[in-house]
């Protein structure tokens, strides 16, 4: 991985870079994954009843036609979001220079 890295940082196009880049996070992402261990510890029926009905709960849809749960929700608003600026105290845009 820091191979790739330091081609990366030489030649910011290299196929190769980018190949060995990936490869070494994907080896550590699985070398993590691999020795993970999970417990579950035992819960009651009324709890995990609860925590069902809350998950379905927020995933049910909003209005019509509108956004499914909260993740439709915050997907929404972040698309809404992406098409308008916020002005800053000079009433430009943010991330424009004022010259």
């Given at each position: 991985?820091?191979?790739?890295?330091?081609?990366?940082?030489?030649?910011?196009?290299?196929?190769?870079?980018?190949?060995?880049?990936?490869?070494?996070?994907l080896s550590?992402?699985?070398?993590?994954?691999?020795?993970?261990?999970?417990?579950?510890?035992?819960s009651s029926?009324?709890?995990?009843?609860?925590?069902?009905?809350l998950?379905?709960?927020?995933?049910?849809?909003?209005?019509p036609?509108?956004?499914?749960?909260?993740?439709?929700?915050?997907?929404t608003?972040?698309?809404?979001s992406?098409?308008?600026?916020?002005?800053?105290?000079?009433?430009?845009?943010?991330?424009?220079r004022s010259g």
């Amino acid at each position: 991985m820091l191979f790739g890295i330091g081609l990366l940082f030489w030649c910011g196009r290299n196929i190769l870079g980018w190949i060995l880049t990936i490869a070494g996070a994907l080896s550590i992402l699985a070398g993590i994954l691999a020795n993970l261990h999970i417990y579950f510890r035992p819960s009651s029926l009324f709890n995990t009843l609860v925590m069902l009905v809350l998950l379905v709960a927020a995933s049910a849809p909003r209005t019509p036609g509108g956004a499914n749960g909260s993740f439709g929700l915050i997907a929404t608003q972040l698309m809404r979001s992406r098409g308008k600026r916020t002005k800053n105290a000079r009433g430009g845009s943010f991330g424009e220079r004022s010259g």
